[in-house]
C-alpha cells in the first residue's frame, strides 16, 4: 500500500479480525451513504466527493475480500494437503506423497505470484484512474476560477464606467416639485454585506415625491464615499444640479464632506439576518426604515415585482403597521400581542423578494 493509499480496513471501518460477512455487510451499508446515484440532485462538488468515496471504497472491498477469499483458498490447500499427506503415509508412499506436496507447494507459490500480479496490476489501474479523475478536477476548478476572475474583471471594469446620472422619479419635475428638496446622501449595506453610498431627494407636501441618483433604469451606488463625493463635484458627469437647493447641498458637503446620519444608513443583510429569528426578536426601527426606502426606490424606478410584494395588505404591510404602533401605551398593547403570535414566514419570504428585486436594479460603481 502506497503511503497516498487509505488503510483498506480503516476506510471501511472493520477490524483486521473481521470475517468477510463482517466486510460485505460494511461495505452495504457504504454504498447505501456515497453511492452516486444518491447524490444525483447534490451540488456538483458534493457528486464529485461521492463519486471519490466510492471509488476508494470499491477498491478497499475489493483488496479485502480477495485477501479473505486467498486466506480461505490457503486454509483449504493445507487441509488438503495434510489429508493427503496422511493418506501418502498410510499407504506407505513417501516418496509419492513428497512429490505431490512438492507440486502442490510450486502450484500455490505460483498461484501466489500469479495473485501478487494481479494485485499489482489492479493497484497500478486505480493509481492511474485517480491521477486521471484529479487531472479532471485540476482542469475543472482552473476553468471555473478563470470564468469567476472574468466575470470579476467584467465588473469592475464595468464599475469604474460611471453613467451620466439623473434624478429618478416617474413624476420628478423640477420646476413642478411641491416643495424643494431635501437632500441627504444615504448608506446601504446589501445581503452580502457590501456597503455603498449614494443620494436621497424628498420634496415634502401634497404628492410629496422621493428620488435618486440613477441611469438606464438602476439606481447608482458608489461604494466610497470620496467616490460618489469626486462623481458630484464633476458637474459634466451628470444631471443632478437642476433640482432647487443643490447649490446648498454642494455647499454642504464641500465644506464638510459626505456624511452619512445613522438615520440614514439602510442594511438590507441585516434584515435578513433578523428574519430567520422569531418576530418578538425584530427590531421596528430597523424594519420601518428599510421599508420605507424600498417602497421609495420600488415606485422611483418602477419595480413592479417588488411593488405587488409592498402592496397594501401585504405581509410586509401588516408587519409595518404593528410595527409602527407596538411602543404606543394603548395601541400597542394589541399590536404587540399580534406580533408575538403572527407567524413569519410569509414576511420573510416576502421580504426576501423585496430586497432580491430591489438589488436586481443597483449598479455599483467604483
Partial sequence: MSPNEQDPYVLLGVSREASLAQIRGRYLILVQVWHPDKHHSSPENVRAEATRQMQQINRAYKLLTDVRERETRERQARRAEERERAKGQQAGGGQRAQDWAAQQREAREQEARDRAAHERRAREHAAREAREQEARERVTRERVEAERLARIREREAREHQHPHALWTHPRYEPAHLPEPPTIHPISIASSDGAEGYTLLARSEGEGSVVFFPGADGELLLFRAKETLHRYLTETSSHELA?????????????????????????????????????????????????????????????????????????????????????????AGWGARRRLDAMNSAPAGIAWRRVIRNVEKRVRWLR
Fill in 242 to 330: 437642476a433640482v432647487p437647493g443643490w447649490d446648498e447641498f454642494m455647499n454642504s458637503i464641500l465644506k464638510a464632506g459626505i456624511s452619512v446620519d445613522d438615520d440614514q444608513s439602510y442594511d438590507f443583510g441585516l434584515i435578513l439576518y433578523s428574519i430567520r429569528r422569531p418576530v418578538t426578536d425584530w427590531v421596528p426601527r430597523l424594519f420601518i426604515t428599510n421599508r420605507d426606502l424600498v417602497v421609495d426606490i420600488a415606485e422611483a424606478f418602477g419595480i413592479t415585482e417588488a411593488l405587488e410584494v409592498l402592496r397594501v395588505g401585504s405581509a410586509i404591510d401588516t408587519l409595518d403597521d404593528l410595527m409602527r404602533v407596538a411602543d404606543r401605551p394603548l
